[in-house]
T-cell receptor, first 112, second 111 residues
Framework: SQTIHQWPATLVQPVGSPLSLECTVE??????LYWYRQAAGRGLQLLFY??????ISSEVPQNLSASRPQDRQFILSSKKLLLSDSGFYLC???????????FGEGSRLTVL | GENVEQHPSTLSVQEGDSAVIKCTYS??????FPWYKQELGKGPQLIID?????GEKKDQRIAVTLNKTAKHFSLHITETQPEDSAVYFC??????????FGQGTRLTINP
């Protein structure tokens, strides 16, 4: 069966520090991968999605970036965090043909 | 592009009663409509979905209905239990394209 792993689960970082959140999917090949952000009490905002290695589409311009160095690995990064980057970050995957989206457990980022 | 509106934003019902959450979508070409449940501090979990070739789908106490003409779909939870308390999200997409989510409904079941 397919599983998705996301880490770290929680992170407290100072303003201006770098960020790296990692996500891996097991049990499937060539998934579509997504990064979402959820601000406190808010809906799900799509940040990035990828249909293959090295292919990244950005939905919202900001100081975050994403990379897909391997088929089942998706990384969310920032060189310098802002206070507004605080939130709950969710990685997700789908197969190309069904559209069913499966989420990881999330990473809670607090920028101080 | 697709736009999904979800109502109500909060819903409180007595244990054992039914809960209904409604969503509307704008793109008539959308054909996939999932519902997600998010418990506190966790990622959303798919609980039920419906495709545009059917009007209703049931899974135990949960059902989803779809009205393509009116472009709205609803989640129905019967005989609610305390563990149904969570945030629920609807979404819509065309085939395997990106899902567009509603803003979520915080459901509280009162004992």
């Amino acid at each position: 069966s397919q599983t998705i792993h996301q880490w770290p689960a929680t992170l407290v970082q100072p303003v201006g520090s770098p960020l790296s959140l990692e996500c891996t999917v097991e049990g499937t090949s060539n998934p579509n991968l997504y990064w979402y952000r959820q601000a406190a009490g808010r809906g799900l905002q799509l940040l990035f999605y990828s249909v293959g290695i090295g292919q990244i589409s950005s939905e919202v311009p900001q100081n975050l970036s994403a990379s897909r160095p391997q088929d089942r690995q998706f990384i969310l990064s920032s060189k310098k965090l802002l206070l507004s980057d605080s939130g709950f970050y969710l990685c997700a995957w789908t197969t190309a043909n069904t559209g069913e989206l499966f989420f990881g457990e999330g990473s809670r980022l607090t920028v101080l | 592009g697709e736009n999904v509106e979800q109502h109500p934003s909060t819903l409180s019902v007595q244990e054992g009663d039914s809960a209904v959450i409604k969503c509307t979508y704008s793109d008539s070409a959308s054909n996939y409509f999932p519902w997600y449940k998010q418990e506190l501090g966790k990622g959303p979990q798919l609980i039920i979905d419906i495709r545009s070739n059917v009007g209703e789908k049931k899974d135990q106490r949960i059902a989803v209905t779809l009205n393509k003409t009116a472009k709205h779909f609803s989640l129905h939870i019967t005989e609610t239990q305390p563990e149904d308390s969570a945030v629920y999200f609807c979404a819509a997409s065309k085939g395997a394209q990106k899902l567009v989510f509603g803003q979520g409904t915080r459901l509280t079941i009162n004992p």
